[in-house]
């Protein structure tokens, strides 16, 4: 699979909003977006020029796209499986994509970035329900518990983004027990309880062109 190997704060600039990539730096002055908030490239600062519908259906879909780290490849097939689900297909698409276990690890503030809860998953940090699980696309249930291996616990990345979670919180839906660094499904999100500024229906649209 073709990995993305530039500065990811460009992907941040690009789409004019802070996605929280690089996990504690974007809450430091050493933040790219707060110090550059144009488009990246040569051009960055000129004028911006008014896009057309499908280029504001496409920026719609890069910008969520980027913000879960997904390829073009992975983010169709969960738009795929999202429109095959009864119910809001824009609504399911973004439930499948915080029901990922790197993104759960992330929400549960044991990594400071997705980026960082998808290396940690495949190296195995993790268990699911009592097992190993080292796949980032693993879709968890309700009733699921994620907790840190015991011979993980120890690593300073991990205790260091646990003190840091207060900064994030912890959704609505799901559970964290700090000192047993374990975690739990209560249910799956609303759409109310993604508060990130993202038209999934811009992307169903763009989709079913």
């Given at each position: 699979m073709a990995r993305y190997t530039d500065s990811v704060c460009r992907h941040c600039?690009?789409?004019?909003?802070?996605?929280?990539?690089?996990?504690?730096?974007?809450?430091?002055?050493?933040?790219a977006f707060d110090?550059?908030?144009?488009?990246?490239?040569?051009?960055?600062?000129?004028?911006?020029?008014?896009?057309?519908?499908?280029?504001?259906?496409?920026?719609e879909k890069q910008k969520v796209k980027r913000m879960y780290g997904l390829s073009e490849k992975q983010f169709h097939l969960f738009f795929e499986r999202a429109d095959s689900q009864k119910g809001i297909?824009?609504?399911n698409l973004l439930v499948l994509l915080e029901r990922r276990l790197d993104n759960v690890v992330y929400?549960?503030?044991?990594?400071?970035?997705?980026?960082q809860a998808r290396q940690?998953?495949?190296?195995?940090?993790?268990?699911?329900?009592?097992?190993?699980?080292?796949?980032p696309s693993f879709l968890v249930k309700i009733g699921d518990t994620i907790e840190v291996r015991e011979k993980s616990k120890k690593v300073q990345a991990l205790q260091d983004?646990?003190?840091?979670?207060?900064?994030?919180?912890?959704?609505q839906w799901l559970d964290l027990d700090k000192d047993a660094m374990k975690g739990s499904i209560k249910g799956f999100p609303l759409r109310e309880d993604l508060t990130m500024p993202m038209q999934e229906q811009l992307i169903v649209e763009l989709y079913s062109k």
């Open positions: 600039r690009r789409e004019n909003l802070k996605l929280f990539l690089k996990g504690d730096r974007c809450y430091s002055d050493k933040c110090r550059r908030g144009y488009p990246p490239g040569q051009h960055g600062e000129r004028r911006g020029r008014k896009l057309s519908d499908y280029g504001i259906q496409l920026r297909t824009g609504t929400r549960l503030g044991f990594t400071n970035s997705r980026a940690f998953v495949r190296h195995r940090h993790f268990l699911v329900n009592g097992k190993r699980v080292n796949i983004s646990l003190e840091a979670v207060v900064r994030r919180g912890i959704p």
